[in-house]
DNA sequence: TAAATAGTGTCTCTGAGACACTATTCA
DNA sequence: TGAATAGTGTCTCAGAGACACTATTTA
């Protein structure tokens, strides 16, 4: 708030202003079927959020907000993380690209900044249990009717989500801090959608981005026991 | 514009909206010097405008604008480079990111959603030309101090023009239909900042992503005739 | 024929994939 | 010992880079 003649000069003319909007795709991967090390193939999953009264029921959403003033974008994700689902403020969200369609919603001129976060799927069991039935997880081949370009959100993260997993071990920090190989591959195959070359010829390129764990092989029910990982 | 009652109902509540600006960066390949097909190396280049009145003088930035009431980001784009720089619309901006800091602009909260842009290095030629001064092409290493957080979006712009030389012959339409091998190379040296590797290699990897032109080889001042292609 | 430029052939290295083989454990 | 899982060794194939060699033109 300097002089004011100055300040006059360098202030926004009065024109339109769209609102601006957040929309969060929180990426997970399911626990295989049925169980444990020795378990089959995963799915790589979304987290919706029952739409809101006075909407086509049975809808499903992504969680979203308006953009505070004065925040970062990435505050703003964070904030509608914490409010629609509970969750803490340890999410790094990346952003995708902005959703301009003058028309993509009725209330009138709403840019979307679209993101994605990764969260491991141990982090939002307790998140989607406390909702009662307000939020869920999807495989993201299955996500139902999604309002607004949601559904273009959803491609775009799982693009996004690729390209990453396609270049290192586990960006998104789905796994704990030591994991086999068997555990790395049943989130690099889930996350590629099954199309991912066999196991076999993924372990040799996975160990090269990977240091030893100094822990001792885990047991498992049978065979051999494996090996522990960590992230470089 | 229906039903009233249900029109308040879905209209959004009145709360802060930041104004939303597109940037653009202008990217293109300076010719070789000192010229012609026998040239040396050529350099990356970013489109620059002489900053308005009132501004530090000397400072020039990316050409950009406010978003329009109804108005695509794109449609955006091509509107601020038409008004600033007499370009055509036959513009294909590709979006970068939201750049969000709040305090980036001093005027107030401006969200800058950045593009980068390609043209040919003669369609902007007579532009730079009609400008008389007012606007620039500089080697993408040696643009001076510039306003907000333009240097970051140059450097968004440069990784995002990498990104897509390191993966198709001529994204960005640089060259006329039919090129050499040769013209290839010394734009794809000059996108990729002289670290690509030799010319001699670059052949092979390029020749499978191209077609080959019927046209005869083009004579050149001395030396073995050069074979034209054209992008598949 | 020399200089200059375009284009090819060949060698090596590296990384990916396929797949057979070995290692370790439990029942 | 057999089943189940983890891990290794080896072969082949494809792409990248280095570099020498050939091809075509002008002066």
Same mark, same amino acid.
């Given at each position: 708030m300097?002089k004011?003649?100055?300040a006059?000069?360098?202030?926004l003319?009065?024109?339109?202003?769209? #609102?601006v909007? &957040?929309?969060?795709? %929180?990426?997970?991967?399911?626990?295989p /079927?049925?169980?444990?090390?020795?378990?089959?193939?995963s799915?790589?999953? %979304? +987290?919706?959020?029952?739409r809101a009264?006075?909407?086509?029921k049975?809808?499903?959403?992504?969680?979203?907000?308006f953009l $505070?003033e004065?925040? +970062?974008?990435?505050? #703003?994700v964070?904030? #509608?993380l914490?409010?629609?689902?509970?969750?803490?403020?340890?999410?790094? *969200?990346?952003?995708?690209?902005?959703?301009?369609?003058?028309e993509?919603?009725?209330?009138?001129? @709403?840019? #979307?900044?679209?993101?994605? @976060?990764?969260?491991?799927?141990?982090? +939002? =069991?307790? =998140?989607v249990e406390?909702?009662?039935?307000?939020?869920?997880?999807?495989p &993201?081949? /299955?996500?139902?009717p999604?309002p607004f370009?949601?559904p273009?959100? %959803?491609?775009?993260? %799982?693009d996004?989500g690729r390209?990453e997993?396609a270049?290192?071990?586990?960006?998104?920090r789905?796994?704990?801090?030591?994991?086999?190989?068997? /555990?790395?591959? =049943?989130?690099?195959?889930?996350v590629?959608? $099954?199309?991912?070359s066999?196991?076999?010829a993924?372990?040799?390129?996975?160990?090269r981005?990977?240091? *030893?764990?100094?822990e001792?092989?885990r047991?498992?029910?049978?065979?051999?026991?494996?090996r522990?990982?960590?992230r470089?």
């Amino acid at each position: 708030m300097g002089k004011k003649d100055k300040a006059a000069k360098r202030t926004l003319q009065d024109h339109p202003r769209p #609102s601006v909007a &957040v929309d969060t795709a %929180v990426l997970t991967v399911l626990p295989p /079927e049925p169980a444990g090390p020795g378990g089959d193939r995963s799915e790589l999953a %979304v +987290l919706q959020i029952r739409r809101a009264r006075g909407h086509k029921k049975g809808e499903w959403s992504l969680p979203g907000t308006f953009l $505070h003033e004065g925040e +970062l974008l990435s505050e #703003s994700v964070a904030r #509608s993380l914490r409010e629609k689902a509970g969750l803490g403020d340890d999410v790094v *969200p990346r952003q995708l690209r902005v959703f301009d369609r003058p028309e993509r919603d009725t209330r009138g001129r @709403v840019l #979307s900044v679209a993101h994605k @976060v990764w969260l491991p799927y141990a982090r +939002l =069991v307790p =998140v989607v249990e406390a909702a009662d039935g307000a939020l869920r997880l999807v495989p &993201v081949g /299955e996500v139902g009717p999604m309002p607004f370009d949601h559904p273009e959100i %959803v491609a775009a993260a %799982v693009d996004q989500g690729r390209a990453e997993y396609a270049q290192a071990a586990d960006p998104g920090r789905l796994l704990p801090d030591s994991f086999t190989l068997h /555990e790395l591959w =049943v989130v690099h195959d889930a996350v590629a959608g $099954h199309y991912d070359s066999s196991e076999d010829a993924f372990r040799l390129r996975a160990v090269r981005l990977l240091e *030893p764990s100094p822990e001792p092989p885990r047991k498992l029910d049978v065979g051999r026991p494996a090996r522990l990982y960590r992230r470089r």
